[in-house]
């Protein structure tokens, strides 16, 4: 669906733009999706909307093909999120532990506690983080919007295939500088 409006509360909600993630292997230059991220975490800072930072520190618990998840170690500073992120403290931060945001932590009571009707999600990957937080956010009631020119993935195919077959199912997908428009125009009119 098209991008047509965001609610009068809407967040913003930035995934894994972390260090330990940043230096891998995409499909778009992280550079760009850190770019325009920040360029919507300014918007939303500027018309005090939240702005959800989230960063990852390990897995949910289970057996997988990959293997045990018991040898998870980090290195150090892998979970910092990124300085050009200018974390605030006005900021929601959000440490999971899982793919999507809202599965292993508070961020759903936090959003709706703030009277939060609608997220704006960006980051990285695409088929990961990206998505499993805009269905989480979907499934728990929260309209959605998806930047699709602020996150990228590893493999194109993946990265294609959620934009094309699962995010118009979960809501409205846009570019940044048309959700950073259609901020200004609607704070503009209130």
Do not use: P
């Given at each position: 669906m098209p991008l047509t409006t965001l609610d009068p509360n809407t967040?913003?909600?930035v995934i894994d733009l972390q260090k330990g993630i940043v230096n891998g292997s995409f499909i778009h230059p992280i550079d760009e999706v850190i770019d325009r991220s920040r360029a919507l975490i300014d918007v939303f800072r500027a018309?005090?909307?939240p702005v959800?930072?989230?960063n990852v520190e390990g897995r949910a618990p289970g057996r997988t093909e990959q293997g045990p998840r018991s040898s998870l170690t980090f290195a150090e500073g892998w979970t910092d999120l990124l300085p050009q992120l200018d974390q605030q403290p006005s900021d929601i931060v959000v440490t999971k532990r899982s793919w999507g945001a809202?599965?292993?932590t508070d961020l759903e009571r936090q959003l709706k506690a703030r009277g939060v009707t609608q997220v704006v999600v960006t980051g990285v990957v695409?088929?990961?983080g990206v998505e499993a937080t805009a269905r989480q956010a979907y499934e728990q009631g929260f309209n959605v919007t998806l930047a699709l020119d602020a996150m990228?993935?590893?493999?194109e195919e993946v990265h294609?295939?959620?934009i094309r077959?699962?995010?118009p199912r979960l809501g409205e997908t846009g570019a940044t500088q048309e959700i950073i428009s259609l901020l200004e125009r609607r704070i503009s009119a209130l």
């Open positions: 967040a913003l909600i018309k005090n909307l959800v930072l989230v809202f599965a292993t695409t088929s990961g990228t993935d590893t493999r294609e295939y959620s077959n699962v995010f």
